[in-house]
């Protein structure tokens, strides 16, 4: 008893130390992935490419805070977006990276369907480069396929993925595409070597961990999430081996992505706020009683102000859960990030 309560405690504290927030523990892995990568393995990045994506990524992020309004608290989803820019983005121009990540930060702000931005952004950045920038291109193999460098990368995903409540959806993701890989090599009696190569590609596990699991972008209740998965899968195999054509992953994501709000819609479900994590957020249906929208409320937009006749009307108004009295100050929203 004493024995598991005193591993039970090492449990607790261990998690304790770790940041709330998984987009930190997001950023740190990225990081040095990126760092590793551009010292060990040579990945004919230019580190002015990725300085420009970092300023241009940032600066847009900025741009479009200060023009909806909204707090300056919303920077760690474009760090993390510019990570993923420069890890998977190669080009023999210089204002690629840049212009991907003007896009793919925009692309938050812009597209956005029932108060959720519709794609993730690196995702969406990469294929906007290679479709309209020529000489660009994907670099996914340059991880190669080393085995203890995809444990490690299982490992790393694994905690950040846990860390967001998303880890359903990375290894159901993993098990249906190694399923069917699996599949068709018993069916065409090929060598398991291929099943293996799979296993260990890093540029998979890192789309499983870090750019599938994206709670932003994927449906919000767990059943959608699962079948979301397994389609995802099925497309990423279809690209791959029936029309085989490069980039099955990539492509997968952002051909499917638009499923995700008639699947929210079929299948309605609390949304995800970064800034909630960690404590219970409220329920949509609990925004609506004070008379303010719950996308608004749940995305962090600026709230309409009551008017004077709203506010005079027969209905009492509720006292707010949080303070015991009125402010007369206005309350600036906090921005919903990724």
Request: with cysteine; net charge positive.
């Given at each position: 008893m004493e024995i598991t309560l005193a591993r039970h405690g090492l449990i607790t504290a261990a998690r304790a130390l770790l940041p709330k927030d998984a987009r930190i523990?997001?950023?740190?892995?990225?990081?040095?992935?990126?760092?590793?990568?551009?010292?060990?393995?040579?990945?004919?990045?230019?580190?002015?490419?990725?300085?420009?994506?970092?300023?241009?990524?940032?600066?847009?992020?900025?741009?479009?805070?200060?023009?909806?309004?909204?707090?300056?608290?919303?920077?760690?989803?474009?760090?993390?977006?510019?990570?993923?820019?420069?890890?998977?983005?190669?080009?023999?121009?210089?204002?690629?990276?840049?212009?991907?990540?003007?896009?793919?930060?925009?692309?938050?702000?812009?597209?956005?369907?029932?108060?959720?931005?519709?794609?993730?952004?690196?995702?969406?950045?990469?294929?906007?480069?290679?479709?309209?920038?020529?000489?660009?291109?994907?670099?996914?193999?340059q991880w190669g396929n080393d085995l203890a460098l995809a444990v490690w990368l299982l490992m790393l995903g694994t905690i950040v993925t846990t860390r967001a409540r998303r880890l359903d959806i990375s290894w159901m993701f993993l098990g249906a595409f190694l399923g069917l890989v699996a599949l068709r090599v018993m069916l065409l009696g090929q060598s398991w070597a291929i099943w293996w190569h799979q296993l260990g590609n890093g540029a998979l596990l890192l789309f499983a961990f870090f750019m599938i699991s994206d709670p932003m972008t994927i449906p919000n209740r767990r059943a959608p999430r699962i079948a979301y998965a397994l389609i995802v899968a099925a497309a990423a195999i279809g690209w791959q081996y029936v029309l085989?054509?490069?980039?099955?992953?990539?492509?997968?994501?952002?051909?499917?992505?638009?499923?995700?709000?008639?699947?929210?819609?079929?299948?309605?479900?609390e949304g995800f706020s970064w800034h909630a994590w960690g404590?219970?957020?409220?329920?949509?249906?609990?925004?609506?009683?004070?008379?303010?929208?719950?996308?608004?409320?749940?995305?962090?937009?600026?709230?309409?102000?009551?008017?004077?006749?709203?506010?005079?009307?027969?209905?009492?108004?509720?006292?707010s859960p949080t303070s015991a009295a009125p402010s007369s100050r206005p309350v600036r929203p906090a921005a919903r990030d990724r």
């Open positions: 523990l997001q950023i740190l892995f990225l990081a040095l992935l990126l760092t590793t990568g551009v010292l060990l393995r040579d990945f004919s990045l230019h580190p002015l490419q990725m300085a420009l994506a970092f300023a241009a990524g940032l600066a847009t992020q900025a741009f479009w805070l200060k023009r909806l309004g909204l707090e300056q608290r919303g920077f760690l989803s474009a760090i993390v977006t510019c990570c993923g820019l420069s890890l998977l983005l190669r080009s023999d121009t210089i204002w690629a990276h840049p212009l991907a990540a003007t896009l793919a930060m925009s692309s938050k702000f812009v597209l956005r369907i029932h108060g959720k931005h519709l794609y993730n952004p690196a995702n969406l950045g990469v294929i906007a480069a290679i479709t309209l920038i020529p000489g660009t291109w994907v670099s996914p193999g085989f054509r490069p980039n099955a992953l990539i492509w997968a994501l952002f051909l499917v992505t638009p499923l995700v709000p008639l699947l929210d819609r079929l299948f309605p479900g404590s219970r957020s409220i329920p949509l249906r609990a925004c609506g009683i004070f008379g303010t929208p719950p996308t608004i409320v749940a995305e962090g937009w600026p709230v309409p102000a009551r008017s004077a006749t709203t506010a005079s009307s027969s209905s009492p108004a509720l006292p």
